[in-house]
């Protein structure tokens, strides 16, 4: 068995989920813009993705080992 020695406070909690919905928020924004304009349909699609799996991450990492 593998202890995982991860805890945050209640601060750094705070931060991680600010942050991790403000990714989303700019990873809805870049999949909008890469589903409207032609030319950013790659790139936007791409760092909206990218945005969004680095959110979850930092939300799900936040509520699970956030005191």
Same mark, same amino acid.
Do not use: K
């Given at each position: ?6 805890? *945050?406070?209640? &601060?750094?909690?705070?931060?991680? /989920? /600010? ?5 989303? =928020?700019?990873? #809805? @924004? +870049?999949? =909008?813009? #890469?589903?409207? $304009?032609? +030319? #950013?349909?790659? =790139?936007?699609?791409? *760092?909206?993705?990218?945005? +969004?799996? @680095? ?7 936040? +509520? &699970?080992?956030? $005191?």
């Amino acid at each position: 068995m593998h202890l995982l020695a991860l805890s *945050f406070s209640a &601060h750094t909690t705070i931060r991680l /989920e /600010e942050v991790g919905a403000l990714l989303g =928020a700019v990873a #809805g @924004a +870049l999949l =909008a813009l #890469g589903a409207v $304009t032609p +030319l #950013g349909r790659r =790139a936007g699609e791409l *760092f909206g993705g990218i945005a +969004l799996a @680095a959110g979850s991450v930092l939300v799900i990492l936040a +509520l &699970h080992w956030g $005191t």
